[in-house]
Nanobody
């Protein structure tokens, strides 16, 4: 059973940056495919980014590409989401997710493990 704990959320002005962290425990981290989803008020949860087991492959939703960077540190059992050029529409709860072998990396249902989320608020 994998447990995920997010941190690093907060309030930032438009154009600013934040780095989210996800600490994982309870599994062999190098065998886990990691990702991030987000949910804005009144909207469905949506895919943000994912990173493969080795870190050799990364995936991004179109609107985040070029602004967000996902990374992992297997030695620390951690994944990260560096967010820059933030916009008010990036305001959401951000969830760290994990899967052993997702068939479709952007599909919410492919991720077995979820953190409780961290709030990111971008002011205009």
């Amino acid at each position: 059973q994998v447990q995920l704990v997010e941190s690093g959320g907060g309030l930032v002005q438009a154009g600013g940056s934040l780095r989210l962290s996800c600490a994982a425990s309870g599994g062999t981290f190098s065998n886990i495919f990691m990702g991030w989803f987000r949910q804005a008020p009144g909207k469905e949860r949506e895919f943000v980014a994912a990173i493969s087991w080795s870190g050799s492959s990364t995936y991004y939703a179109g609107s985040m590409k070029g602004r967000f960077t996902i990374a992992r540190d297997d030695a620390k059992n951690a994944a990260y989401l560096q967010m820059s050029s933030l916009k008010p529409e990036d305001t959401a709860v951000y969830y760290c997710v994990a899967s052993i072998r997702p068939r479709t990396v952007w599909s919410l249902s492919e991720y077995n493990y979820w953190g409780l989320g961290t709030q990111v608020t971008v002011s205009s």
